[in-house]
């Protein structure tokens, strides 16, 4: 399984980005996806995730009602959109599949993937 991830860059404030990780492989739908993302200094730290089909999606706290996750499987695709972007929000952006999963799972913790697409750097400017 390969993942590319894209969409990251540098925005202002309040700004407005979309991600996409594009995945190989025939069976993307029966993969959990998830985001997560590692800021200079800090340990990497879970943003979302979603199930197979998409229909269970779970964001961190520190970015509830400001990113979204998504999928297209049709696509091999997974997104995240992130709207009211702030400073502390600058980080690499990584996606992450879950190929050990089960329809309707969900996962949270890192090692819980076993494959990871290169990173995005979102920046995000005062």
């Known amino acids: 399984v390969q993942l590319q991830a894209s969409g990251g860059g540098l925005v202002q404030v309040g700004g407005s980005l979309r991600l996409s990780c594009v995945g190989s492989g025939r069976t993307f739908s029966g993969y959990v996806m998830g985001w997560f993302r590692q800021a200079p200094g800090k340990e990497r730290e879970f943003v979302a995730t979603?199930?197979?089909?998409?229909?269970?999606?779970y964001h961190a706290d520190s970015v509830k009602g400001r990113f979204t996750i998504s999928r297209d499987n049709a696509k091999n695709t997974v997104y995240l959109q992130m709207n009211s972007l702030k400073p502390e929000d600058t980080a690499v952006y990584y996606c992450a599949a879950n190929t050990a999963s089960v329809s309707g799972a969900v996962s949270f913790r890192d090692y819980e993937y076993d494959y990871w697409g290169q990173g995005t750097q979102v920046t995000v400017s005062s």
């Open positions: 979603i199930s197979w089909a998409g229909s269970r999606k």
